[in-house]
């Protein structure tokens, strides 16, 4: 089986620079230890982060409260049925 990358896909930009290219300053200091991990994951090539829009990101379905019309879109893509109000 051949390995493939895996995709994370982040809505800030900021955590994938800090993903990509580690730059000390005393701002990113405390979170050096959760992204040592993930560095060394993308600089083996195990893993691809990527870019992805807040309103695309499918997690935020689980994480946010959101608008109707967003939570509606998200639960489609998340291939959700729509669930009935009747009991049978």
């Excluded at 230890?33 to 982060?49: A, I, M, P, S």
């Amino acid at each position: 089986m051949k390995d493939e990358k895996m995709e994370l896909r982040i809505d800030s930009k900021s955590a994938i620079d800090l993903a990509k290219h580690p730059v000390a300053h005393g701002r990113s200091k405390h979170i050096e230890t959760k992204l040592c991990f993930l560095r060394d994951q993308v600089n083996k090539g195990k893993l691809e982060v990527r870019h992805c829009k807040t309103d695309e990101l499918i997690a935020n379905l689980l994480t946010k409260p959101l608008k109707s019309s967003s939570f509606d879109h998200l639960k489609m893509k998340l291939g959700m049925a729509e669930a009935s109000n009747q009991m049978n």
